[in-house]
């Protein structure tokens, strides 16, 4: 079992920036893919960005060039570097991690963008 702890999130201004993070403990194999997804009200999550140990990165077409997921291995950690924030990206951010055996995810971390 591999557990989450995200960190980061928050209230900021529209066009602002924040910053997630999001760190795995437990049996974690050499290749994994670490990503994040998120939740608005009324809405069904969605993926954000997934970023693989081998691969390409994908990002949701609504963040592109605005956001920007990056990983340190060796710490097992992903973030997601947020810019140009709107109002629109107001939700709870989740983080996912997963291997050939595992899926888990993060315990959420509310963003919201309002003046």
């Known amino acids: 079992q591999v557990q989450l702890v995200e960190s980061g999130g928050g209230l900021v201004q529209p066009g602002g920036s924040l910053r997630l993070s999001c760190a795995a403990s437990?049996?974690?194999?050499?290749?994994?893919?670490m990503g994040w997804y998120r939740q608005a009200p009324g809405k069904q999550r969605e993926l954000v960005a997934i970023?693989?140990?081998?691969?390409?990165?994908n990002y949701a077409a609504s963040v592109k060039g605005r956001f920007t997921i990056s990983r340190d291995n060796a710490k097992n950690t992903v973030y997601l570097q947020m810019d140009s924030l709107k109002p629109e990206d107001t939700a709870v951010y989740y983080c996912?991690?997963?291997?050939?055996?595992?899926?888990?995810w993060g315990q959420g971390t509310q963003v919201t963008v309002s003046s």
């Open positions: 437990g049996s974690i194999p050499t290749i994994y893919t």
């Open positions: 996912n991690y997963r291997d050939w055996n595992s899926n888990s």
């Open positions: 970023k693989p140990k081998i691969g390409s990165t």
